[in-house]
């Protein structure tokens, strides 16, 4: 991984990753994180978490205001030194490759984004290394034949999903890390699994689905709203 980019300012909020917003922030703590710590509390983490590529520390905050113990590790000092003063302790400096864990010391491991940025050489021990230390995981990654792979100068492992799906084995769910397959919901507050199915006082308002190899679907996990009126559906 060319680490010296992600010490960047510039990639945080600027021209190379991140771009800023009309207030001028770049990378903040974004309305996806609350359904990426949603979907995570839905797994039921029964022990500490690990999140790789944890940035600014944001979903380890939420999480850890939800009595879980998590813990991240970053290759950006930059990153790690933006993070809220009451994260920082659970932070790690360190890389994917490397983690200076025992085997089996973490019950899950999460991972947003993170290891398409990762160099094809070095990628091989990083999967190998979250094996090592987890139990289980949810691994998130943007797809090499996503839309916006090359919008992002970091990426560097182009692989289709079904690909990364094979390097792990069934106790690590292997998604996509696209806005779109996430779904965003701004108004919704809880995570259920469901149908698409709209009931006078369950909306939904968004959802991820998962499909099969052959193109069926799978499950669909939905954000509702269990007291929203009807039209004040909000789907992005």
């Known amino acids: 991984m060319e680490g010296l980019i992600f010490e960047s300012p510039d990639y945080w909020c600027g021209k190379l990753g991140y771009r800023p917003a009309p207030d001028g922030i770049g990378y903040r703590d974004f309305p996806i994180h609350h359904i990426k710590v949603e979907y995570i509390l839905s797994k039921q983490p029964r022990g500490r978490l690990l999140d790789i590529g944890c ?49 089996q010391y973490f019950d899950m491991v999460v991972t947003f984004g993170t290891l398409e940025h990762i160099d094809s050489e070095i990628l091989p021990k990083a999967i190998s290394e979250i094996k090592r230390v987890a139990k289980r995981g949810i691994i998130a990654i943007t797809p090499g034949d996503a839309p916006n792979f090359g919008e992002d100068i970091t990426h560097q492992t182009k692989r289709p999903l079904s690909w990364w799906r094979a390097q792990f084995p069934p106790e690590f769910e292997v998604h996509s890390d696209d806005n779109e397959k996430w779904m965003i919901c701004l108004k919704c507050g809880s995570l259920m699994i469901g149908a698409s199915v709209y009931t006078p006082n369950r909306l939904i308002y968004g959802g991820i689905k998962e499909y099969r190899d052959d193109g069926s679907l799978k499950e669909w996990w939905v954000c509702i709203n269990p007291s929203c009126e009807d039209g004040e559906r909000n789907q992005l």
């Open 55 to 103: 940035a600014f520390g944001y979903i380890i905050r939420r999480l850890r205001n939800k009595g879980i113990d998590a813990l991240g590790i970053d290759i950006s000092r930059y990153a790690l030194s933006r993070a809220p003063e009451d994260v920082k302790p659970y932070l790690k400096h360190g890389s994917a490759d490397n983690l200076p864990w025992p085997d």
